[in-house]
């Protein structure tokens, strides 16, 4: 199983930019070219919402309509890390943000697992605040 550490968050004005970052580690030298990657968001009083996933093997990527055009996911698989750039960041982003890591087989949908929400590792998570 992957340990996940979000970094990145913080306080940004309506319009601007944030990149949080997900690096990845494991007992066994485990690196992220099996598995999915997926940041999710958490606001309070809201339900969990899958933003973006990425597959390891074809680079399929999934974004929900909320943040299609403004945030763009990328990894590194050689730095064990993945990204989140967010641009344009409007108040209704504000929630904390986790990410997740699952295995993945070659053909599977990164579009069914990141609505599924089914990871089995979980960053602790962190903060995103849009606010003037």
């Known amino acids: 199983q992957l340990q996940l550490v979000e970094s990145g968050g913080g306080l940004v004005q309506p319009g601007g930019s944030l990149r949080l970052s997900c690096a990845a580690s494991?007992?066994?030298?485990?690196?992220?070219?099996?598995?999915?990657i997926g940041w999710f968001r958490q606001a309070p009083g809201k339900e969990r919402e899958g933003v973006s996933c990425?597959?390891?093997?074809?680079?399929?990527?999934y974004y929900s309509d909320s943040v299609k055009g403004r945030f763009t996911i990328s990894r590194d698989n050689a730095k064990n890390t993945v990204y989140l750039q967010m641009n344009s960041l409007k108040p209704e982003d504000t929630a904390v943000y986790y990410c997740?890591?699952?295995?993945?087989?070659?053909?599977?949908?990164?579009?069914?697992?990141?609505?599924?929400?089914?990871?089995?590792?979980w960053g602790q998570g962190t903060q995103v605040t849009v606010s003037s």
């Open positions: 997740a890591a699952n295995l993945i087989l070659p053909v599977s949908s990164i579009r069914t697992m990141c609505l599924s929400g089914r990871f089995a590792s």
């Open positions: 494991g007992s066994s030298g485990s690196t992220l070219n099996y598995y999915a």
């Open positions: 990425i597959h390891s093997q074809n680079a399929n990527t």
